[in-house]
């Protein structure tokens, strides 16, 4: 699924990515500054989750309470060095968890991520916009 966007259209875009059913594990690339964290914020307030969300860059991990008794993980790893730390503060419980896992920088940790997940792709476009590939 592709679909090109820009910043106050993000509400929509978070619903048509939960539309799509996707893995519960979710890989976000794209480079530095082009919203990945500002997505997830919306998808965890799409998922219900109630309150401030932040980007987790310094604690590895947020965790938010999401409705029907869910739980959302959103990871960084963009500080990690190697896949050890990763393993060292329990990432495999986390992505094994059935809950949903929102990793930013996954390539950090490529080993272990699991082999059922979904991956969106973010690229700035020169007009300002946004495409999104959910795959």
Not at 17 to 31: C, D, M, R, T, Y
Not at 57 to 64: A, C, I, K
Not at 69 to 87: G, I, M, S
């Amino acid at each position: 699924m592709d679909i090109l966007f820009s910043i106050d259209q993000l509400e929509e875009v978070a619903q048509q990515i939960i539309a799509q059913n996707p893995n519960k594990v979710i890989l976000f690339h794209g480079e530095m500054g082009v919203g990945k964290t500002t997505l997830i914020k919306q998808l965890c307030i799409s998922l219900g989750v109630q309150g401030a969300t932040s980007s987790p860059t310094f604690s590895l991990v947020n965790e938010y309470e999401a409705s029907q008794n869910q739980l959302v993980y959103h990871f960084d790893f963009y500080r990690v060095n190697k896949e050890e730390e990763a393993l060292d503060m329990g990432v495999d419980e986390y992505l094994y968890s059935g809950h949903w896992c929102f990793i930013e920088w996954a390539e950090k940790i490529e080993n272990l991520i699991p082999e059922t997940h979904s991956v969106i792709q973010i690229v700035a476009l020169t007009d300002g916009t946004r495409k999104l590939t959910l795959t």
